[in-house]
């Protein structure tokens, strides 16, 4: 059997590095793989290709989200259950929580694939660009299944204190998508090119024998957190253990909802300024990536072993936990975005084609937003903290006020007196809010007395 990794023991420092490495060069891997698809769409295919990539994506991200978050509950459970030792436990979320986030994600490929050019219309994606868009997003969510059920099963492993495996298997899939991309856009003997469809292809095969190779090594290593064969009856979805995936997953989908809903509304005040602008954007959304990344890493890393320590029950740890998680953040982030900075158009050139009107566009916007992503880095760390007890209602509501409540009503007000700058200048604006409620809810909320509420047999 897999050794398991211990996070309630030891430096925080030290522990929290070593486990958010994996995730961050996972990130990267992913991140880059999203870059080298946009730049064989962007420079091959056309700044109205990469729009519609922009487009498609950011609809995408808005329709699963709802079924993400019961991934991310049923991480923090699993954590909480291997910090107590319970390991029968946590492979009884497993099994529940797969079954049903299985389901979910089937309704939500049926879903997207009725939707797709509703949405697109109702975004007022650039009619040169529609019809890409719709070919991109219907193959992706025909992939749908297989990228949820792949993402679930790399949480839930992270949720054990295991970053690595998830690492390895993200390399294997990086690897397949960027080596198909090319093949299936353009075609090579016997392979037809399909154009923009081929990329969404190529994400679709990798995903799927990624999946599959992790699931037979997940067996074949004996790994804690796999089922034996007398346990494929957890399989079978227990309802109350359901309910509280839902209790705590649905705030937790409706923090991704409310993150993709503000996307889509700022993409719909950025595509009124045309084409220029939108690839200008979908430039930014890549680079902006990168900038997100190692906070994002640290708050997975924060979560997981925050969670393990509540379980455990060491809250003098949680706390300390957090200190670490935030200067770690703040520290990653601010150097990502200097050197984003200092790089500018340079770094937009990879995703524009020489001389394009975007570009201009694209280094002047990047200029206002970047420092917005250091105060994004510390809510991040803030939330994973506090969510890993179960207080998910919290960070529901304070993003909502900031990117509904404050980022798109401040820019649609100044749109006709800064134009496309008072989209740029929303960014920073409402992300300050956002981290000063964070800071607030964790210094004065009552995070620590909430229980994720997991019903014992």
């Not at 991309?181 to 679709?204: D, E």
Request: with cysteine; glycine share 10%.
């Amino acid at each position: 059997m897999s050794p398991r990794p211990s996070l309630t023991e030891g430096s925080i420092a030290s522990g929290l590095f070593r486990f958010s490495l994996p995730i961050l060069l996972a990130n990267v891997l992913q991140s880059l793989n999203a870059s080298v698809n946009s730049v064989w769409v962007g420079r091959f295919l056309g700044e109205a290709a990469l729009t519609a990539t922009a487009n498609a994506n950011t609809v995408m991200f808005l329709l699963i989200g709802a079924a993400f978050g019961v991934a991310l509950a049923a991480t923090i459970l699993i954590g909480q259950c291997i910090g107590a030792n319970d390991l029968r436990e946590a492979r009884r979320v497993i099994g529940t929580s797969a079954t049903f986030f299985g389901g979910i994600s089937l309704l939500m490929a049926a879903l997207g694939l009725l939707l797709t050019r509703p949405l697109l219309v109702a975004m007022s994606t650039p009619p040169g660009s529609l019809e890409l868009a719709v070919a991109y997003m219907r193959v992706i969510f025909l992939a749908l299944p297989c990228l949820y059920m792949y993402a679930f099963l790399m949480g839930a492993l992270r949720g054990a204190g295991d970053s690595r495996t998830p690492f390895y298997f993200m390399m294997l899939s990086v690897a397949l998508d960027i080596a198909l991309n090319p093949l299936f856009i353009f075609g090579f003997g016997p392979v037809p090119g399909i154009g923009i469809a081929g990329s969404a292809l190529a994400t679709f095969v990798a995903q799927a024998v990624s999946l599959t190779a992790l699931i037979l090594h997940l067996y074949r290593r004996r790994h804690i957190l796999r089922l034996h064969r007398d346990e494929l009856a957890l399989l079978k979805p227990q309802w109350p253990l359901v309910a509280t995936l839902l209790r705590k997953g649905l705030p937790m989908s409706g923090q991704m909802v409310v993150m993709s809903l503000s996307g889509v509304l700022m993409i719909t005040l950025v595509n009124r300024f045309g084409v220029d602008t939108s690839a200008a954007f979908g430039a930014g959304l890549q680079v902006w990536n990168y900038i997100q990344m190692p906070a994002l890493a640290v708050g997975m890393g924060v979560s997981a072993m925050a969670a393990q320590n509540v379980g455990a029950g060491n809250w003098q740890r949680v706390s300390r936990i957090a200190g670490v998680g935030v200067l770690y953040s703040v520290l990653l982030t601010a150097t990502i975005v200097i050197v984003i900075e200092v790089l500018n158009r340079r770094v937009f050139g990879l995703f524009l084609p020489a001389g394009a009107g975007a570009l201009e566009i694209a280094a002047h916007m990047n200029r206002i937003v970047t420092g917005s992503f250091i105060f994004f880095g510390i809510t991040v760390a803030l939330f994973a903290v506090v969510r890993s007890t179960g207080a998910v209602m919290a960070p529901l509501l304070i993003l909502t006020v900031s990117l509904l409540g404050v980022r798109y009503p401040l820019a649609q007000t100044l749109l006709p007196r800064l134009h496309a700058d008072a989209i740029w200048w929303s960014f920073p604006l409402s992300s300050a809010l956002s981290t000063a409620l964070a800071a607030l809810y964790y210094r004065y909320g009552r995070w620590r007395q909430v229980d994720m509420g997991l019903p014992r047999r």
